[in-house]
């Protein structure tokens, strides 16, 4: 009864560096997101995919790639680490078909600091 | 520019009585809102929701209300429980089932004993 599972759950980058920060669902969702949510403030989206093999940009998807291979994985891929990216990364997952959807399944979080 | 506000960072009751934690919106294309709840060093998790069509909604000690020509809503909690103590959230869903959410910034609740 996992649910949704983000791995690591702390990491500190150089600036410069790059690092995928991982995510996997075992409801058999086919929405998958990525949020980040800065100090005070709400979770803004990044990335979202309707399923697998489709993709697409939220409110600050700069400086991000993702990539979703499988129904259960999300992975999401920071190139060049920018201290603006200090941030805590929550992925989530929910189910939506012919208009019925039910709420976002968060993960725990990955709290990621550039330094 | 927000399109989801909570005006209030922080909101402390008394164990035992009512908690309304309050949330505005700019955008009509909203049509579905709902309230996650956090914990520290948890993810956040769903506590109840309301469809545009709907005025009130009811779950328990939880009750959201929603005034669409003012467009707001709150979340309401009867009675407090110190396990309530939790940063909730308030989020909006866009018209068209694009499933995107847009969320405020959180009011911190503490339910003192």
């Known amino acids: 009864n996992a649910g949704v599972t983000q791995t690591p759950k702390f990491r500190i980058l150089k600036i410069g560096q790059s690092m995928t920060l991982q995510c996997a669902q075992d409801m058999n969702h086919n929405y998958m997101y990525w949020y980040r949510q800065d100090p005070g403030m709400g979770l803004k989206l990044i990335y979202y995919s309707v399923g697998a093999g489709i993709t697409d940009k939220g409110e600050v998807p700069n400086g991000y790639n993702v990539s979703r291979s499988t129904t259960e994985d999300f992975p999401l891929r920071l190139e060049l680490a920018a201290p603006s990216q200090t941030s805590v990364y929550f992925c989530?997952?929910?189910?939506?078909?012919?208009?019925?959807?039910?709420?976002?399944?968060f993960g725990d979080g990955t709290r990621l600091s550039i330094l | 520019d927000q399109q989801v506000k909570q005006n209030s960072p922080s909101l402390s009751v008394q164990e035992g009585r009512i908690s309304i934690l309050n949330c505005d919106y700019t955008n009509s294309m909203f049509d579905y809102f709902l309230w996650y709840k956090k914990y520290p060093a948890e993810g956040p998790t769903f506590l109840i929701s309301?469809?545009?069509?709907?005025d009130k909604n009811e779950d328990g000690r939880f009750t959201v209300f929603l005034n669409k020509s003012a467009k707001h809503l709150s979340l309401h909690i009867v009675p407090s429980q110190p396990g309530d103590s939790a940063v909730y959230f308030c989020?909006?869903?866009?018209?068209?089932?694009?499933?995107?959410?847009?969320f405020g910034k959180g009011t911190k609740l503490t339910v003192n004993p």
């Open positions: 989530a997952s929910s189910y939506a078909t012919g208009g019925r959807s039910q709420p976002q399944h």
């Open positions: 309301i469809s545009s069509i709907k």
């Open positions: 989020a909006a869903r866009y018209k068209g089932g694009s499933e995107k959410l847009v």
